[in-house]
């Protein structure tokens, strides 16, 4: 009997560590509280100015942190007519956007897409995908499930001190779990 209740003991004991990676500790991570972010402000890290594939301003609304890497949205200023991202894949994000100010081109697989105020377009994953700013100015929400690494992929591109090479953006996608595939878009 005591060899039982030593092995049960021993067992309990030993499962601990794995419960530190289980959903059950995550479902108790998550924040318990509401929050707001204003328009135009980023919740964690102010302003994020990207440098590279465009020159847009990133703020974060609600961040992978936020909800244990479930779920991201951002809001993105465009600042770049005629540039976006290069063909990508996120192996394992959907991403939605949804425009609030301008019109954007977009590719989804081999369909092309058109939008403007008031439209969203939904980009599963791992189909390829890129976009291109249009108007002179424009603001989406971008919104990732799961989260993944996009916020860590804007941070870097926002220290970058230099304008990069295809092969260096190729570089940072990568180490943030996405794989450039094609050239940006081009606007007709």
Request: hydrophobic share 40%; proline share 6%; no cysteine.
């Amino acid at each position: 009997m005591k060899r039982n209740k030593f092995i049960a003991s021993i067992l309990a004991f030993a499962s601990v560590p794995l419960l530190s990676f289980s959903p059950i500790k995550n479902a108790f991570q998550r924040k318990e509280k509401g929050f707001k972010v204003s328009s135009r402000e980023g919740r964690i890290h102010g302003h994020i100015k990207l440098k590279g594939v465009n020159s847009n301003v990133l703020d974060v609304k609600i961040s992978g942190t936020d909800t244990n890497g479930n779920l991201a949205i951002f809001e993105q200023t465009s600042l770049s007519p005629g540039r976006g991202t290069p063909l990508h894949i996120h192996p394992a994000q959907d991403e939605i956007f949804y425009v609030i100010d301008g019109s954007y081109h977009f590719k989804v697989g081999e369909e092309l897409f058109d939008l403007t105020v008031g439209d969203s377009i939904f980009l599963p994953r791992n189909v390829p995908h890129a976009w291109t700013q249009v108007s002179e100015k424009g603001t989406m929400t971008v919104t990732l499930q799961p989260a993944g690494k996009l916020e860590s992929f804007f941070l870097t591109m926002s220290t970058l001190d230099h304008e990069p090479s295809m092969e260096e953006v190729a570089k940072i996608f990568a180490a943030n779990e996405m794989q450039v595939v094609g050239p940006p878009l081009k606007i007709n």
